[in-house]
């Protein structure tokens, strides 16, 4: 998920001599894509791109190809990149995933080290109270942060990489369903103030059923959205015409 990564973390840093030139243009198109400002079914044209970011094609062409592979972006034939539909069953299959192993860090971190768990909760939550009368990206992108504050505390670094890359997978399905949804943003901050307060009680039983129940709010708005996205039409699971 190196170009969603990119995007989010690093914002609209472009000419980054650090990264190829294929990797900047990945990150430019993938954060449009998770935040919703290139709509799925969208088709990528190598040319326009191009022009727009003053590069040749080539370059554009493997910045589509890192995007097909974070499943952002997906070839059809006649038709070239095209931005893929959100998917319910992937939805289903990330969250039951996300649950287990972000339970299993919220453990270990309750054991390892409760009082930076507790400081990092009260600081992205207070955050994220300020972030609801902002904008919606603004609340979707400190809950994101808020979840990458979280696993930088473990010292479990496969498992911190792995619940990176799921999250990074779910801030698109975040962002629709607080967008089709909008009276969820209240629901969500509750159910984070939940989980500040289980952390802070120390009470292993109460944190992980608070986790579960988040993640499963989560998943259900999500997948109402998916459902029936901005705009109440039901999305379908191919991509179709701009």
């Known amino acids: ?7 989010v973390l690093r914002g609209n840093e472009w000419a980054r001599a650090s990264m190829p030139v294929a990797a900047q243009i990945a990150a430019r198109i993938a954060g449009a894509i998770t935040l919703n400002h290139i709509e799925a079914g969208k088709r ?6 191009g022009e727009v970011l003053h590069v040749s094609r ?3 062409r493997e910045a589509l190809r890192i995007l097909e592979r974070d499943r952002l972006v997906a070839f059809e034939a006649r038709r070239g990149a095209i931005v893929t539909q959100p998917d319910a069953r992937e939805l289903r299959d990330i969250f039951a995933v ?3 192993l972000y339970s299993a860090l919220i453990e270990e971190l309750l054991a390892e080290c409760p009082e930076e768990l507790g400081k990092v909760f009260d600081e ?5 109270e300020r972030t609801m009368n902002e904008s919606l990206d603004a609340y979707v992108l400190e809950g994101f942060l808020l979840n990458f504050a979280v696993f930088d ?3 479990n670094l496969v498992l911190a990489d ?3 890359s799921i999250s990074l997978r779910v801030l698109r399905y975040n962002r629709l369903a607080f967008a089709t949804h909008p009276e969820s943003i209240a629901q969500s901050i509750r159910g984070w103030r939940d989980l500040r307060r289980a952390v802070a009680s120390r009470d292993l039983a109460r944190v992980l059923k608070c986790v579960r129940a988040r993640m499963d709010t989560s998943r259900d708005n999500a997948i109402r959205a998916v459902e029936k996205p901005e705009g109440g039409t039901p ?3 191919k991509a179709r015409a701009a």
């Open 1 to 7: 998920m190196l170009a969603v990564e990119d995007a």
């Open 44 to 49: 990528l044209l190598e040319g326009d791109i």
């Open 58 to 60: 080539a370059p554009v």
């Open 98 to 100: 996300r649950t287990v």
């Open 124 to 128: 992205h939550v207070k955050a994220l």
């Open 153 to 155: 505390l473990s010292s």
């Open 162 to 164: 792995m619940l990176k």
């Open 235 to 237: 999305a379908r699971r």
